[in-house]
């Protein structure tokens, strides 16, 4: 499965601002519309607990979309699972993927946060990083990756400026070795 990993961050590398959840608060119109179109048009979105409690307000059900949250407590959130749409799974990144790619998805965008991301590069799961910056600075905040050894070499695609106060969409592949 090819996986593409999706986040904004600021210019020195916060994917929050401090210790808010929120990003909306800081993120451009330009990045949230690019969001916002590039989710409808993925079957697969996965993400962590604490990312989905982030932005549980603002996920759509849709038959057309399935939406992963890795939780290491499945069975708190048995309430809210809708096959097919919205599920809960504990375990391995790679095992999850290769249960995913049994069911048929070819695709899937990984949406965060620190910690899954860690976890999938860690497994050399990620195709691509599309990482949109904001020309912010903010010192404390979570970051794309967790304070761990990583070694994950990444190739520029392309850079696409949207907007006039400079926020960059980059698109990288990650490098097999
Ligand atoms: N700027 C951006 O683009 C962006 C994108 C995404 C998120 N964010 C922000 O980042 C924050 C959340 O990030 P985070 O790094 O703290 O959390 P996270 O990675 O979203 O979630 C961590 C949680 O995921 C679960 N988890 C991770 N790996 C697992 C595994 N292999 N098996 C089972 N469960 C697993 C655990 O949930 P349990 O504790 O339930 O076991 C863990 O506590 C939010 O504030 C969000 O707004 C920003």
Redesign the pocket.
Known sequence: MKIIL????SLDGK??RWN????FQW?SKEDQDNFSSLIKKKSLLI?????????KKMIKLSPKILHV?????PE?YLDLVVPGQLEF?????IN?INKLDDRGYKEALL???????T?FFKEKLVNEVWL?LEPYLFGIG?QLV?SEKLNIDLTLQSITKLNKKGTLLLKYEANKN
């Open positions: 999706l986040m904004v961050t994917t929050t808010e959840s929120r990003i993120t993400m962590g607990r604490k990312t989905f409690d982030a932005a949250v890795f939780t290491t407590e708190k799974v504990n375990g391995s990144a999850i949406l965060g946060g620190e910690h899954l991301n976890e949109t979570n967790l």
